[in-house]
């Protein structure tokens, strides 16, 4: 995913990104088969809802994150796209929290703190300085009237 991400900006694909997400996920899928047949042991029988999980994952879990990710690397750069990266963990233990009554210790709220500080920092940190003969010439203009 990382060389992905960093690639997709400078290959620019002349494809939706939905299309570039499916050949990409196509391409990892065809290079991990012969590893999961090698180095896996063999499926138990599998029951409906297995089929459900599976397809769920797959859908949910991979396509469309997949998809949003890329199409959020179109219009981010990939800097700012992998900083927000770091919010993945922490929006899925809030769903955990309210949503399965999952609990959330004081170290996680600390952990919490941590991360959104770190890509608070990260965002400041890509943001250009103003240069000081911008806000002196802000600073000269007159304030406009309104009509």
Do not use: C, D
């Not at 859908?59 to 949003?68: C, D, F, K, R, V």
């Not at 991360?115 to 965002?123: M, T, Y």
């Amino acid at each position: 995913m990382a060389a992905g991400t960093v690639l997709s900006r400078h290959w620019r694909p002349p494809v939706s990104s939905l299309t570039f997400t499916a050949w990409q996920l196509t391409a990892g899928g065809i290079m991990l088969v012969p590893l999961a047949f090698l180095l896996e042991p063999s499926l138990p029988t599998l029951t409906f809802w297995n089929y459900i999980g599976f397809v769920h994952l797959g859908l949910i879990g991979g396509a469309l994150t997949y998809l949003l990710w890329f199409w959020g690397l179109s219009r981010l750069e990939p800097s700012a796209a992998a900083s927000l990266g770091f919010l993945s963990p922490l929006v899925a233990t809030l769903l955990g929290w309210a949503l399965l009554g999952q609990s959330l210790p004081p170290l996680q709220m600390l952990g919490f703190v941590a991360v959104l500080a770190s890509v608070w920092l990260a965002q400041r940190a890509g943001l250009p300085a103003p240069s000081s003969t911008a806000q002196r010439s802000n600073a000269e203009r007159p304030f406009k009237r309104p009509i």
